[in-house]
């Protein structure tokens, strides 16, 4: 079975720092795109950027540049979304997905990791 | 980068047929996917490439495409489609519509 495992929920105080990870299974994690979108309480999704684990090859939004580092670790096949320095807005739910190769969309989800920041 | 815009919400009653539309610039010249999401869950592939459904998604969600507007069509709406719609651009923007949320009267 094709699925992606993320780390549990976090509780941070701002200014500290936190990674979260999204575990691949049952495919080739090196072949495909991973995405990280965020979903804000209450609000739509939101597209942070994406890696391909093969390479390393990054890409990120606009919004996002800067702000967040993706990585992965292909010996693992895990990904991974860090922060340096959390605000309280960073307090979200963060989504992991693999792009489906020949523009299939983001064809397979991982469960959520809910990240609170507050002092 | 550029903006997908929905309608906030959609409501039909069961067995009609829902149109959730997607408006932007680039659309015509983009592929575009459509995801739904439940209360609780993470969201779920129902179209890609405009108008392909993936296996295991049901026969009534269709998509297609219009000049800047992309159109998902739930016909025969069931009470267990009530959930939010969110289109996204096949390009290496991303970007995804504000999200539409469809309920079943």
């Not at chain 1, 307090?91 to 064809?107: F, I, Q, V």
């Not at chain 2, 919400?9 to 995801?35: E, F, H, M, N």
């Not at chain 2, 890609?48 to 998509?63: A, L, N, Q, T």
């Not at chain 2, 009470?79 to 991303?94: P, V």
């Amino acid at each position: 079975e094709v699925q992606l495992v993320q780390s549990g929920a976090e509780v941070k105080k701002p200014g500290e720092s936190l990674k979260i990870s999204c575990k691949g299974s049952g495919y080739s994690f090196t072949s495909y795109w991973i995405g990280w979108v965020r979903q804000m309480p209450g609000k739509g999704l939101e597209w942070m950027g994406i890696i391909y684990p093969g390479d390393s090859d990054t890409r990120y939004s606009p919004s996002f540049q800067g702000q967040v580092t993706i990585s992965a670790d292909k010996s693992i096949s895990t990904a991974y979304l860090q922060w340096s320095s959390l605000k309280a807005s960073d307090t979200a739910m963060y989504y992991c997905a693999r792009h489906g190769s020949n523009l299939t969309g983001m064809d397979v989800w991982g469960q959520g990791t809910t990240v609170t920041v507050s002092s | 980068s550029y903006e997908l815009t929905q309608p906030p919400s959609v409501s039909v009653s069961p067995g009609q047929t829902a149109r959730i539309t997607c408006s932007g610039d680039a659309l015509p010249k983009q592929y575009a996917y459509w995801y739904q999401q439940k209360p609780g869950q993470a969201p779920v592939l129902v179209i890609y490439k405009d108008s392909e459904r993936p296996s295991g998604i049901p026969e009534r969600f269709s998509g297609s495409s219009s000049g800047t507007t992309v159109t998902l069509t739930i016909s025969g709406v069931q009470a267990e489609d009530e959930a939010d719609y969110y289109c996204q651009s096949a390009d290496s923007s991303g970007v995804f519509g504000g999200g539409t949320k469809l309920t079943v009267l």
